[in-house]
């Protein structure tokens, strides 16, 4: 599977590899910073990259990940409330690995270093606008349904 993610769209194309069209669309949300490589800049990266580890297959919806650990909670919308400044990584996590030396992969711009993942966020959370610190926000249902139809080593454009 070839994953297309559209910045300007703020969606994500999933595609059979060779020249078939889009199986499947979702709506996303990436970085209200923009995009860029730098680290630390949490802005959503660009260009090709690769699917380097799944996590969470099996969680419950809204299982709560903290440096891609459960953390045994299933996000409630109160958590909002306490910790209103969190980008909440929820249900299933696709991360991310740049595959262009250079410009997203080692040194300063290493995506992967950077911890950049597609992940679930509360249901609450808007798609189809930038809004996240880096990564590719998707609804609960949706990164499941992404989820297992992809597998490690799949390729990921960001455009």
């Not at 990436?30 to 580890?53: L, M």
């Not at 409330?81 to 690995?97: A, K, M, V």
Request: hydrophobic content about 35%; aromatic content about 8%.
């Amino acid at each position: 599977m070839i994953l297309n993610i559209d910045i300007a769209a703020q969606t994500l194309s999933l595609c059979q590899a060779g020249d078939n069209p889009s199986t499947k669309t979702y709506e996303v949300s990436t970085s209200k910073f923009g995009v860029g490589e730098t680290n630390n800049s949490f802005q959503t990266p660009r260009g090709a990259h690769c699917i380097r580890a799944k996590i969470g297959d099996g969680a419950p919806i809204n299982t709560v990940f903290i440096g891609r650990r459960p953390t045994g909670e299933v996000f409630e919308e109160k958590f909002r409330t306490l910790y209103p400044n969190r980008d909440w990584i929820l249900t299933r996590i696709l991360w991310l690995s740049g595959k262009e030396v250079g410009f997203n992969r080692l040194g300063s711009v290493d995506t992967m270093r950077r911890y950049v993942y597609i992940h679930g966020s509360p249901d609450s959370v808007q798609m189809g606008t930038p809004g996240s610190i880096g990564c590719i926000r998707m609804n609960n249902a949706d990164v499941i349904d992404l989820f297992d139809r992809v597998s490690v080593g799949d390729s990921v454009h960001i455009i």
